[in-house]
C-alpha cells in the first residue's frame, strides 16, 4: 500500500537555523507529493508540491526536492523564523486515486 | 477568491446524538473531500465526492455519511455519536481530479462529543 514517513517530531529551532523535516514514501505508481502546514486553529495549507521525479517545489523560502532513486522528499529552509511555528505535514497523491495520504505531521517550534 | 468554508467551526455533542457539518467549496472546485483528524490517528481520509458522485470512501463505520449538492457543496453527517468521534473534520476541495491535483483546505469543524 501506499504510505508516508516523517521524522519524528517536536522539533525546536532557533531563529534562523537550517531546516530539514525528513520525509519518505511508499508508493504504487508515480506519486505527487505535497508539503502542507498547519497553523494553531486552522486547516492545512498548500505549502509546495512536485509532480515528478527531480522536481523541486519551493515556496516562502522553503524547498524540496522529488528523489525518486531514495524516495524522499525532505523539507528545508535555509533560515526559519518564529512565524514558521507549525506543524508540517508531507503527503502523496496518485492519479486515478482521490484519496491523499499524510505523514504524522512534524511539530516545529522557532524560538527567539 | 474566497476559500473552503466549513461551518460550524465548533460543535458540542452528546453521545447518541447526530450531527451535519457543511462545506462550501472554491468557486469553480467539483470535487470534494473530507478527512478527520485527530492526534492519535493523524488525517484519514472520510470520503470524496464529484458531480454529486461519491467517488471513493474512506475505512469508517456506516455512521458517517456525506452527500454533494448541484452546486457542489456538500455535508457530512454523523449518526449515534461516540466519544472517539471527537476530531477536527477537514472539508478539501480541488479543481481537478486524481490525487495528482492538490487539496485546498478551509479551517475544520471542530466536534467534541460528550
Known amino acids: 500500500g501506499n504510505s508516508v514517513t516523517q521524522m519524528e517530531g517536536p522539533v525546536t529551532l532557533s531563529e534562523e537555523a537550517f531546516l530539514t523535516i525528513n520525509c519518505t514514501y511508499t508508493?504504487?505508481?508515480?506519486?505527487?507529493l505535497f508539503w502542507y502546514v498547519q497553523y494553531p486553529g486552522e486547516g492545512l495549507q498548500l505549502l509546495l508540491k512536485?509532480?515528478?521525479?527531480?522536481d523541486k517545489g519551493s515556496n516562502k523560502g522553503f524547498e524540496a526536492t522529488y528523489r525518486k532513486e531514495t524516495t524522499s522528499f525532505h523539507l528545508e529552509k535555509g533560515s526559519v523564523q518564529v512565524s514558521d511555528s507549525a506543524v508540517y505535514f508531507c503527503?502523496?497523491?496518485?492519479?486515478?486515486?482521490?484519496?491523499?495520504?499524510f505523514g504524522t505531521g512534524t511539530r516545529l517550534t522557532i524560538i527567539p | 477568491k474566497a476559500g473552503v468554508t466549513q461551518t460550524p467551526r465548533y460543535l458540542i455533542k452528546t453521545r447518541g446524538q447526530q450531527v451535519t457539518l457543511s462545506c462550501s467549496p472554491i468557486?469553480?472546485?467539483?470535487?470534494v473531500s473530507w478527512y478527520q483528524q485527530t492526534p492519535g490517528q493523524g488525517l484519514q481520509f472520510l470520503f470524496e465526492?464529484?458531480?454529486?458522485?461519491?467517488?471513493n470512501k474512506g475505512n469508517f463505520p456506516g455512521r458517517f455519511s456525506g452527500r454533494q449538492f448541484s452546486n457542489s457543496r456538500s455535508e457530512m453527517n454523523v449518526s449515534t455519536l461516540e466519544l472517539g468521534d471527537s476530531a477536527l473534520y477537514l472539508c478539501?476541495?480541488?479543481?481537478?481530479?486524481?490525487?495528482?491535483?492538490?487539496?485546498?483546505f478551509g479551517n475544520g469543524t471542530r466536534l467534541t462529543v460528550t
Open positions: 503527503a502523496l497523491g496518485l492519479f486515478g486515486n482521490e484519496k491523499l495520504t
Open positions: 508508493a504504487t505508481g508515480y506519486p505527487s
Open positions: 465526492y464529484f458531480s454529486e458522485t461519491q467517488r
Open positions: 468557486s469553480g472546485h467539483r470535487s
Open positions: 478539501a476541495s480541488r479543481i481537478g481530479t486524481g490525487g495528482n491535483s492538490p487539496l485546498h
Open positions: 512536485a509532480t515528478k521525479a527531480d
